[in-house]
C-alpha cells in the first residue's frame, strides 16, 4: 500500500461522507425506515468482496468464509430490495397523481 | 466466463457508485422513492456481474452456492409483516456486520505475517467493529423480537467492564499494527469484540431501540468502508461512507428527539429514574368516557389530530384507526397525524404502518410540522402514545424527562387519550397531560376502543 494510495483512499471516503450528509440530511423522516433498508441493501455491496474470495480459491479458510460471506451479504441485497419496495408501494397521496 | 480487463470493470464500479448515490437523492421524496429502488438495484447488478468477470476469479462453484443460498434467506426476509421491520433490520445490520467481519478474517490470514501498518488498522477497525455490530445486532434484534428480555438489565460496574473490554479489543490491535505476524492474537480481536456486543445492548431498553438500531447501522457502515480501504475498493469506501453518514444522522435525530446524548444512551440505562415524579398520583382525578361520548365529540369536532404512539403497533389497532379516519373524514372533519421521531421501535416506524393501513402519507405530519396546529385542534387523539405528549418535558425542571421535545398536545381544546390503565410510560414518568380538565381518559385497549368509536360513528350516521 503506497501513501499515495491511502491518502487517495481517505480522500474518497471523505468525499463520500460528506454527499451522504448532504443527501441524507434531505431525506423526509416520513421515509426513514425504507431510508435504512436501502442504505442495507446498499451496505451489502461489500458482496463484491465476498465473491472474490469465495472464488480465487487462495486458501480453503478463505474460500469458506467468503462462501458464508456471499450468503450473509447476499441475502441483505435480496431482502433489503425487496421490503424497501414493499413499503414504498404502500405509500399513497390522497391528492390524485399527476400522470 | 470470459474475463474482462480493470479498466472496464473500474469503469462499471464507477457507473455502480454513481447510481447508488442518485438512489439515495431520489429517496428524498414519496415521489421519486422508487425510481431511487430501481437505481441501487441496477448499480447492484453491475457491480456484482463485473465483480464476476474479474480475471482472479478461478473457481464459481462456491459463488453460486453462496448467492442461491442468500437469496434463499433473502426472500423470507424480504417479506416480513411490517410491524415485525425493526427486528428484520437489526437482523440484517447484523448479517452485513457478519459478511464484513469474515472477509477481514480472511484477509488477514492469506496477508499475515506481512501486513502493511496502515492496512493492518483499518483491517482492525473492519473486524472490531463488524464484531460488535454482529452480536449486538443479533441482541438487538432479539430484544425486538422479544425471544430477550425487553427490560434493560444492569448491575453495578457495567460501564466500567463494557469499556474495559473494548479498551483490550483496541490494546491488541494497536500490538497486532506493529506485529502482524502474532496470529494467535487474532481471535482475541474478534472474541472479546462479539462479546463486548452483547455486553453493549444488554442494558438497552426498548424505548431506545431506534437509537441504537440506527447507531449499529452506522456502525455496519463503517466496517464496509474499512473493508473498501483493506481490499482498496473505491466502490466499497463510498458505499460504506453514505450507510454510516445514513446511520449517524438517524442516531443523532433520534437522540435529540429524546434529548439525550449517544453516550447516555449507551451507558446510561433509562430506569433509574423514576424516584422523583412518581410521588403523589393518587389525590389526582382523571375524567373518563366512554366509546359513545368519544364518537359524539368527535364528530362535533372540525380538526382532529391522531397521535399514534408504539402501543397502537403493539395493539395492532392501525387498521381500525384508519376505519376510524375514513369515518370522519366522511362528515367532513379535517383529520390528520402527528408522529413524533421516536414512535415505534426504529426510525419512520410509525409512517410505514400508518402507510400500511392506507392512510395516505400527506396526512402524516412530522412533530415540527405538527406543533403549530393543536392550538387550532379541536380534538387531539392519543392511541398508544405517553411520553412524547408528557407536558413535563415542557415545564417541569425536575422532571426526567424535561427538555425532550414533546408533541403539543395540551394545547388542543380536547384531549383523548386511549389507554388500557393509568400506568405510567417506558420512563416510569407519571403524564400530568391525563389530569387536565380537558383531557378525557378512554380506557381499554386501542384496537377495540378505535373499533367501539367506529361503530358509534356509523350508528349514528343513520339517525
Redesign the interface.
Known amino acids: 500500500?503506497s501513501p499515495d494510495?491511502?491518502i487517495n483512499?481517505l480522500f474518497?471516503?471523505m468525499l463520500?461522507?460528506f454527499?451522504?450528509?448532504e443527501?441524507?440530511?434531505?431525506?423526509?423522516?416520513?421515509?426513514?425506515?425504507?431510508?435504512?433498508?436501502?442504505?442495507?441493501?446498499?451496505?451489502?455491496?461489500?458482496?463484491?468482496?465476498?465473491?472474490?474470495?469465495?472464488?480465487?480459491?487462495?486458501?480453503t479458510?478463505?474460500?469458506i468464509?467468503?462462501?458464508?460471506?456471499?450468503?450473509?451479504?447476499?441475502?441483505?441485497?435480496?431482502?433489503?430490495?425487496?421490503?424497501?419496495?414493499?413499503?414504498?408501494?404502500?405509500?399513497?397521496?390522497?391528492?390524485p397523481q399527476k400522470p | 466466463m470470459a474475463h474482462v480487463s480493470n479498466t472496464i470493470i473500474e469503469i462499471i464500479y464507477l457507473i455502480?457508485t454513481a447510481l447508488?448515490?442518485l438512489?439515495?437523492?431520489w429517496?428524498?421524496?414519496?415521489t421519486t422513492?422508487?425510481r431511487?429502488?430501481r437505481a441501487?438495484?441496477v448499480?447492484?447488478a453491475l457491480?456484482?456481474g463485473?465483480?464476476?468477470l474479474?480475471h482472479?476469479?478461478?473457481?464459481?462453484r462456491?459463488?453460486a452456492?453462496?448467492?442461491v443460498?442468500?437469496?434463499i434467506?433473502?426472500?423470507?426476509?424480504?417479506?416480513?409483516q411490517?410491524t415485525a421491520?425493526p427486528q428484520?433490520?437489526a437482523l440484517?445490520?447484523a448479517?452485513?456486520a457478519?459478511?464484513?467481519t469474515?472477509?477481514g478474517?480472511?484477509?488477514f490470514?492469506?496477508r499475515t505475517p506481512y501486513v502493511?501498518r496502515?492496512?493492518m488498522s483499518v483491517l482492525s477497525l473492519e473486524v472490531i467493529l463488524g464484531a460488535l455490530t454482529f452480536t449486538g445486532s443479533l441482541m438487538a434484534a432479539g430484544k425486538l423480537q422479544e425471544v430477550l428480555p425487553q427490560r434493560p438489565i444492569t448491575y453495578k460496574g457495567q460501564n466500567f467492564v463494557n469499556l474495559g473490554l473494548l479498551a483490550i479489543a483496541v490494546a491488541i490491535a494497536v500490538r497486532l499494527v506493529m506485529h502482524p505476524g502474532q496470529t494467535h492474537l487474532f481471535p482475541f480481536m474478534i472474541g472479546i469484540p462479539l462479546i463486548f456486543g452483547v455486553m453493549m445492548i444488554v442494558p438497552i431498553g426498548g424505548a431506545d431501540m431506534p437509537t441504537v438500531?440506527?447507531l449499529l447501522?452506522s456502525y455496519?457502515?463503517l466496517s464496509?468502508?474499512a473493508?473498501?480501504?483493506v481490499?482498496?475498493?473505491?466502490?466499497?469506501?463510498?458505499?460504506?461512507?453514505?450507510?454510516?453518514?445514513?446511520?449517524f444522522?438517524?442516531s443523532v435525530?433520534m437522540s435529540k428527539a429524546m434529548n439525550r446524548s449517544f453516550a447516555n444512551v449507551l451507558f446510561g440505562a433509562f430506569g433509574q429514574v423514576q424516584s422523583s415524579a412518581a410521588a403523589d398520583t393518587e389525590a389526582k382525578t382523571v375524567r373518563s368516557a366512554t366509546a359513545e361520548e368519544a364518537a359524539g365529540i368527535l364528530a362535533a369536532a372540525n380538526k382532529v389530530i391522531i397521535v399514534p404512539g408504539y402501543g397502537m403497533a403493539v395493539a395492532q389497532a392501525q387498521h381500525k384507526v384508519r376505519e376510524l379516519y375514513d369515518s370522519l373524514t366522511k362528515r367532513g372533519v379535517d383529520v390528520k397525524f402527528a408522529?413524533h421521531?421516536v414512535a415505534g421501535r426504529?426510525?419512520?416506524?410509525m409512517?410505514?404502518l400508518l402507510?400500511?393501513a392506507?392512510i395516505?402519507?400527506?396526512?402524516?405530519m412530522?412533530m415540527d410540522d405538527a406543533n403549530p396546529e393543536f392550538p387550532q385542534t379541536d380534538v387531539a387523539l392519543v392511541i398508544g402514545a405517553n411520553d412524547v405528549t408528557n407536558p413535563a418535558a415542557r415545564t417541569d425542571v425536575s422532571s426526567p424527562i424535561y427538555g425532550m421535545p414533546i408533541l403539543d398536545v395540551d394545547k388542543a381544546r380536547t384531549i383523548m387519550v386511549i389507554k388500557r390503565s393509568m400506568s405510567p410510560g417506558f420512563a416510569g414518568i407519571d403524564n400530568p397531560l391525563y389530569y387536565l380538565d380537558k383531557t378525557l381518559m378512554l380506557f381499554g385497549d386501542a384496537k377495540g376502543f378505535v373499533g367501539d368509536i367506529v361503530r358509534e360513528l356509523s350508528g349514528s350516521a343513520h339517525h
Open positions: 500500500m494510495l491511502i483512499s474518497v471516503f463520500a461522507g454527499i451522504g450528509f443527501v441524507i440530511r434531505r431525506i423526509s423522516p416520513l421515509l426513514h425506515t425504507p431510508l435504512m433498508s436501502l442504505t442495507n441493501a446498499l451496505d451489502a455491496i461489500a458482496v463484491v468482496g465476498a465473491i472474490a474470495l469465495a472464488g480465487e480459491g487462495k486458501s479458510l478463505a474460500t468464509l467468503g462462501t458464508i460471506a456471499v450468503v450473509a451479504a447476499f441475502s441483505n441485497v435480496v431482502g433489503g430490495f425487496l421490503i424497501t419496495d414493499r413499503m414504498l408501494r404502500m405509500f399513497k397521496s390522497s391528492r | 455502480a447508488f448515490i438512489s439515495l437523492k429517496m428524498s421524496g414519496p422513492a422508487r431511487g429502488i441501487g438495484e448499480g447492484m457491480a456484482i463485473g465483480t464476476l474479474e482472479g476469479i478461478v473457481d464459481y462456491w459463488i452456492i453462496g448467492l443460498l442468500g437469496a434467506i433473502g426472500v423470507p426476509l424480504g417479506l416480513v411490517m421491520v428484520r433490520t440484517s445490520h448479517f452485513g457478519c459478511c464484513v469474515l472477509v478474517t480472511a484477509e490470514y492469506l502493511p496502515f492496512m438500531i440506527s447501522n455496519a457502515g464496509a468502508a473493508m473498501g480501504f481490499l482498496n475498493s473505491k466502490l466499497l469506501i463510498i458505499a460504506g461512507a453514505l450507510d454510516g453518514s445514513s446511520g444522522i438517524l435525530i408522529i421521531p426504529m426510525p419512520g416506524h409512517n410505514v402507510a400500511e392506507d395516505p402519507y400527506d396526512k402524516l412530522d
